[in-house]
């Protein structure tokens, strides 16, 4: 198989081309085309601006880059991440919880404080024991 890549500056794109070979001769031609990542862009833009950000601003943002997106392609972005929700966070959080935990002696512990804590919190009318 042989590969070339050549780079198309006005586009800031490299294209891949696959020749593929066999015996009998020529297999087949693909072009690859290694385009910027749409979704990953968009999100790396709410990640800089703010998962509040309106569609029309991370358009005109990621339009800076010569990149062309839909409000339809933002508002999935932003339907997905609150779905899903942030699971990195997640998974730090539980860390952070299991040391407590492992530090206190027991999850019975880490329930019972966070009961007291909740009860501590909560407004004084809200408090009937």
């Known amino acids: 198989m042989l590969v070339y890549i ?3 500056p006005a586009y800031d794109a490299r294209i891949k081309i696959e020749i593929r070979e066999v015996k009998s001769g020529l297999r ?3 072009v690859h085309m290694n385009t910027p990542n749409k979704a990953e862009e968009i999100r790396k833009i709410l990640e800089q601006e703010g998962w509040d950000s309106k569609p029309q601003q991370v358009i005109n943002l990621l339009k800076e880059k010569d990149i062309e997106v839909t409000p339809q392609q933002v508002s999935n972005q932003k339907a997905k ?15 952070k919880v ?3 935990a492992e530090e206190l002696g027991s999850t019975d512990v880490v329930r019972r404080a966070l009961d007291d804590l909740d009860e501590l919190t909560k407004p004084r009318k809200d408090r009937s024991n």
């Open 81 to 95: 991440r609150a779905k899903h929700g942030d699971a990195d966070l997640r998974a730090s959080v539980l860390k």
């Open 28 to 30: 087949g031609v693909r």
């Open 98 to 100: 299991k040391a407590l």
């Open 6 to 8: 050549c780079v198309i």
